[in-house]
């Protein structure tokens, strides 16, 4: 008989989706073939389950475990008081070597079908601890039973979850998200109402120098009050690591959690930090690997993969710059093209602050500068391409294959996207000879990627 919502039916998970989820088949009586797919969450290879099936689509289906009958040999004692609730880590219940395994094949399997390519897949590189490695926090903030928590959205919806410490930030996060909620209620600072779009406190974002040690806090509102400025003064009174309180203004009706205006209320915007040796600034709105100790051994195979020496290296999507300035000793030049203005003046800071005499950045759009780069003459022997989840536009792509490097070097945190820019590529001349999985974020469904394009001859 065909599936049914509510039905109660037996199932052995034999895959992992990539966003976490077990993958089960369920096959009709005296009938041939492999069966609709059961998605089961908080489930491991190998589990045979008894299954509620909650939601049945034309080819698939969706279901929650009612009972566990045979454990897989990967299944760990989950020790995250919010796992299952606040929609962040999915792989708590599995060994970190299982987790491995699975994100590699995600790798996989997205360069097969969705590029239809076969490059060189090289092992995955794991974080040296899963736990505790974020060097950045952005939590919402709620009122709840009468006092002001923040925590993490449960998935697929805007419900706060509290959290006290999470597993995968450092200790002195909790520590000071429970010292700001604590002010916000002692100087009566009222709660962001979402459904209402009413309230001044939204969320709290921190960030830290993984070598430094330095810490911003960064208050998102929907407007600045007063009271602002008397908790930036508790705040760094109590904890000498925060170098600066930052308020961030948020006055949209919108899940973007930075606003368009920023002050800073105590001390200054920016940490410092190190990133492979280079000094480094990064103001709140400059993108930074979450992972640094990860990251660092990401850019080292990005520039064995580059060969960055006596080229001119073009860095698109470069944020703060940290990617090609770690190059910059290497290579003839260094040009960097970032859209976030922010960024572009931490970027040129950077470069100042550790002598870099051969780097140029720009404020602009990847495609806009690749275009403008190839209309001018300018011919790169290497691009290094670090795209958002979204992946790079396709005149981004064009443009840079029309500049014609002899390597593209592609940084991604989206398997999927980069199979397909890395597809449109080949059409455009480029072989993807190496494919390489780097885990910067454990106990979550994300991976990164780096990937070595070279030019056809």
Same mark, same amino acid.
């Given at each position: 008989?065909?599936?049914?919502?509510?039905?109660?039916?037996?199932?052995?998970?034999?895959?992992?989706?990539?966003?976490?989820n077990?993958?089960?088949?369920?096959?009709?009586?005296?009938?041939?073939?492999?069966?609709?797919?059961?998605?089961?969450?908080?489930?491991?290879?190998?589990?045979?389950?008894?299954?509620?099936?909650?939601?049945?689509?034309?080819?698939?289906?969706?279901g929650?475990?009612?009972?566990?009958?045979?454990?897989?040999?990967? *299944?760990?004692?989950?020790?995250?008081?919010a796992?299952?609730?606040?929609?962040?880590?999915?792989?708590?219940?599995?060994?970190?070597?299982?987790?491995?395994?699975?994100?590699?094949?995600?790798?996989?399997?997205?360069?097969?079908?969705?590029?239809?390519?076969?490059?060189?897949?090289?092992?995955?590189r794991g974080?040296?601890n899963?736990?505790?490695?974020?060097?950045?926090?952005?939590?919402?903030?709620?009122k709840?039973?009468?006092?002001?928590?923040?925590?993490?959205?449960?998935?697929?919806?805007?419900?706060?979850? =509290?959290?006290?410490?999470?597993?995968?930030q450092?200790?002195i996060?909790? %520590?000071?998200?429970?010292?700001?909620t604590?002010?916000?209620?002692?100087?009566?600072?009222?709660?962001?109402?979402e459904?209402?779009?009413?309230?001044?406190?939204?969320h709290?974002?921190?960030?830290?120098?993984?070598?430094?040690?330095?810490?911003?806090?960064?208050?998102v509102?929907?407007?600045?009050?007063?009271?602002?400025?008397?908790?930036?003064?508790?705040?760094?009174?109590?904890?000498?690591q925060?170098?600066?309180?930052?308020?961030?203004?948020?006055?949209?009706?919108?899940?973007?959690?930075?606003?368009?205006?920023?002050?800073?209320?105590?001390?200054?915007a920016?940490?410092?930090?190190?990133?492979?040796?280079?000094?480094?600034?990064?103001?709140?709105?400059?993108?930074?690997?979450?992972?640094?100790?990860?990251?660092?051994?990401?850019? *080292?195979?990005?520039?064995?993969?580059?060969?960055?020496?006596?080229?001119?290296?073009?860095?698109?999507?470069?944020?703060?710059?940290?990617?090609?300035?770690?190059?910059?000793?290497?290579?003839?030049r260094?040009?960097?093209?970032?859209?976030?203005?922010?960024?572009?003046?931490?970027?040129?800071a950077n470069?100042?602050?550790n002598?870099?005499?051969?780097?140029?950045?720009?404020?602009?759009?990847?495609?806009?500068?690749?275009?403008?780069?190839?209309?001018?003459?300018?011919?790169?022997?290497?691009?290094?391409?670090?795209?958002?989840?979204?992946?790079?536009s396709?005149?981004?792509?064009?443009?840079?294959?029309?500049?014609?490097?002899?390597?593209?070097?592609?940084?991604?945190?989206?398997?999927?996207?980069?199979?397909?820019d890395?597809k449109k590529?080949? %059409?455009?001349?480029?072989?993807?000879?190496?494919?390489? =999985?780097?885990?910067?974020? =454990?106990?979550?469904?994300?991976?990164?990627?780096?990937?070595?394009?070279?030019?056809?001859?």
């Open positions: 008989m065909p599936l049914e919502k509510n039905q109660i039916i037996t199932l052995e998970i034999t895959g992992l989706s990539n966003d976490g077990g993958v089960g088949h369920y096959r009709e009586e005296n009938t041939d073939g492999r069966g609709m797919a059961v998605f089961v969450s908080f489930t491991a290879v190998g589990d045979v389950i008894s299954c509620r099936v909650l939601k049945v689509l034309k080819n698939v289906a969706y929650k475990v009612e009972a566990l009958l045979t454990s897989s040999p990967d *299944r760990i004692q989950n020790d995250c008081t796992y299952g609730k606040c929609g962040g880590c999915c792989f708590r219940h599995i060994s970190y070597e299982a987790e491995l395994r699975a994100k590699e094949g995600f790798v996989r399997d997205a360069f097969s079908r969705i590029g239809g390519l076969s490059p060189e897949i090289i092992t995955i974080s040296e899963p736990e505790g490695y974020r060097n950045k926090l952005q939590m919402p903030v709620s709840q039973n009468g006092k002001t928590v923040c925590g993490f959205y449960s998935e697929r919806s805007h419900r706060v979850i =509290p959290v006290g410490k999470c597993a995968l450092p200790d996060f909790a %520590e000071i998200t429970r010292y700001v604590s002010l916000a209620d002692e100087l009566k600072i009222s709660v962001y109402n459904e209402k779009h009413e309230g001044v406190l939204r709290i974002y921190l960030r830290r120098g993984h070598y430094s040690g330095e810490i911003c806090l960064c208050i509102a929907r407007r600045k009050v007063p009271e602002f400025a008397k908790l930036a003064k508790k705040v760094i009174e109590r904890f000498p925060i170098t600066g309180v930052v308020l961030d203004i948020n006055r949209e009706r919108t899940n973007v959690i930075l606003g368009g205006e920023e002050m800073v209320l105590a001390g200054k920016e940490i410092s930090d190190e990133m492979c040796g280079v000094k480094v600034e990064i103001s709140p709105k400059s993108f930074y690997q979450v992972n640094t100790p990860a990251a660092e051994a990401l850019y *080292r195979q990005a520039a064995e993969f580059a060969e960055p020496e006596g080229k001119l290296l073009l860095d698109l999507y470069c944020g703060a710059g940290t990617i090609g300035l770690s190059m910059a000793d290497k290579a003839r260094l040009i960097g093209a970032e859209i976030v203005p922010e960024a572009v003046e931490n970027a040129k470069a100042r602050r002598s870099i005499e051969n780097a140029e950045f720009v404020c602009a759009d990847a495609g806009r500068a690749a275009a403008k780069l190839e209309k001018i003459g300018e011919r790169p022997g290497v691009i290094i391409l670090d795209p958002p989840r979204k992946g790079c396709e005149d981004t792509l064009t443009a840079c294959a029309g500049m014609q490097p002899d390597r593209i070097v592609m940084i991604s945190c989206n398997p999927a996207t980069a199979a397909r890395c590529l080949s %059409e455009l001349g480029y072989t993807v000879r190496k494919v390489r =999985p780097f885990d910067l974020f =454990p106990r979550t469904s994300h991976v990164e990627c780096v990937i070595l394009l070279i030019k056809d001859i």
